[in-house]
């Protein structure tokens, strides 16, 4: 009578579709095996686990008789891509908006430090204006030094 009630469930719940009988009775008795053991590590009770059915327990299950049928496991999860891939979208947008917010107030902050440094004077303000060490010859004083 369980394996019954549990396979008219799975026919309202459209997991019957594209199956074949030896695959229905698998997995009947995979999830009555997996409700009597509390145990949800079988691959076949994933589309099961989405269903309000599977909430219940096994007196429940034997006593109340849900009406509400839930849509095909196919469709679900191509809803759930297409919401993951909605969701990648918005938070790309949101992650290139506070990337460029970033930049923005990186730029502010070292344009108010180099405006608030003190201005060097004398030998070391050529130094400064120059450009990176690297490309100039080097200074001491104002004037040129061998290496």
């Known amino acids: 009578m369980t394996a019954l009630r549990l396979l008219q469930r799975m026919k309202r719940d459209w ?4 199956r074949r009988p030896s695959g229905l009775c698998g997995a009947g008795v995979a999830a009555l095996l997996a409700a009597r053991e509390r145990s949800r590590a079988e691959k076949g009770l994933t589309e099961f686990e989405d269903t309000p059915t599977s909430q219940l327990t ?3 299950f034997m006593k109340i008789d849900l009406e509400e049928e839930c849509d095909p496991p196919s ?3 191509g809803q759930r891509k297409l919401r993951l891939k909605q969701l990648e979208q918005v938070l790309s947008k949101k992650l290139e908006e506070v990337e460029g ?3 923005t107030y990186q730029d502010a902050i070292e344009n108010e430090l180099e ?3 003190p201005k ?3 030998a070391l303000a050529n ?8 490309s100039r010859p080097w200074v001491f004083l104002g004037r040129p ?3």
Do not use: C, F, N, Q
Not at 127 to 134: E, K, Q, W
């Open 15 to 18: 997991m019957h579709t594209g």
């Open 58 to 60: 096994v007196d429940e």
């Open 75 to 77: 469709y679900t999860a």
């Open 101 to 103: 917010e970033i930049s």
């Open 115 to 117: 405006s608030s440094r």
């Open 120 to 122: 060097a004077k004398g």
């Open 127 to 134: 130094l400064t204006r120059d450009g990176p060490a690297s």
């Open 145 to 147: 030094l061998v290496r």
